[in-house]
């Protein structure tokens, strides 16, 4: 993991043993074992790719093999996989509308009876218009209910979050399934809880470089482009 970072990783001993290890904790310690043949296995959690995982006396961790008086550590590398914010999503316009179009499958870019879609004319882009739209008046000007504005907000994390799960792949632990349903639902906090969950999954690998050359932003194009009639 990266240096710092506190994400906790579990494992699971042969020996009978379970544990958490952060990046800064101290290694765990499995006090005396008898020789033999033991493994410890890692759940990666999400947004998390195991990586490697190694022994120092050249043992793969599903069969390490301890001998009388020896000492083994096996050391698990894991590494974040990237994410971008909501604000990187509304001003990449073309990086967005290009991941929504070719990555999300047909049937997630239904919500609820809306159908959002990343079309690149003036005033017809869905997707666009779920980032720019009017967070506390609907189109004809009338203050938003509780409820429409908790779907609002809620509204531009999942968006976010869709392009980190299906255009950047990067694993959401079906935060995105349960903000779907809290969106076409009617629990205002329910709703409230699932932006929180995508605002921290979609912060949580911004500083993780992405594969490939990134266009630069271009936020009056979003702009202009945005279909806000939500």
């Not at 990086?95 to 017809?124: R, Y």
Request: charged share 15%.
């Amino acid at each position: 993991a990266p240096p710092g970072d506190p994400q906790s990783f579990a494992f699971t001993a042969s020996w009978g043993a379970t544990f958490s290890l952060t990046d800064g904790a101290a290694p765990y310690d499995s006090g005396l074992l008898a020789p033999g043949t033991y493994s410890v296995s890692e759940a990666a959690p999400a947004g998390w790719d195991l990586t490697s995982g190694v022994c120092s006396d050249g043992s793969p961790v599903n069969a390490i093999v301890l001998d009388a008086r020896e000492t083994v550590t096996c050391t698990f590398t894991n590494t974040k996989q990237p994410t971008r914010t909501q604000g990187f999503w509304a001003t990449h316009t073309a990086f967005a509308n290009d991941f929504w179009t070719a990555m999300v499958p047909p049937n997630e870019k239904t919500l609820c009876s809306q159908h959002i879609t990343a079309k690149t004319q003036l005033g017809k882009n869905r997707l666009m218009g779920g980032f720019w739209a009017n967070l506390a008046k609907d189109t004809n000007g009338n203050t938003r209910s509780d409820l429409d504005h908790a779907r609002m907000v809620m509204l531009q994390q999942l968006l976010a979050a869709m392009l980190n799960k299906y255009g950047l792949g990067t694993d959401d632990g079906d935060l995105v399934a349960t903000a779907r349903a809290a969106y076409c639902g009617t629990n205002v906090d329910a709703i409230n809880a699932a932006k929180s969950a995508l605002d921290n999954f979609n912060q949580s690998g911004d500083s993780v470089p992405i594969t490939g050359s990134v266009p630069a932003a271009t936020p009056e194009q979003s702009k202009s482009q945005a279909d806000r009639v939500f």
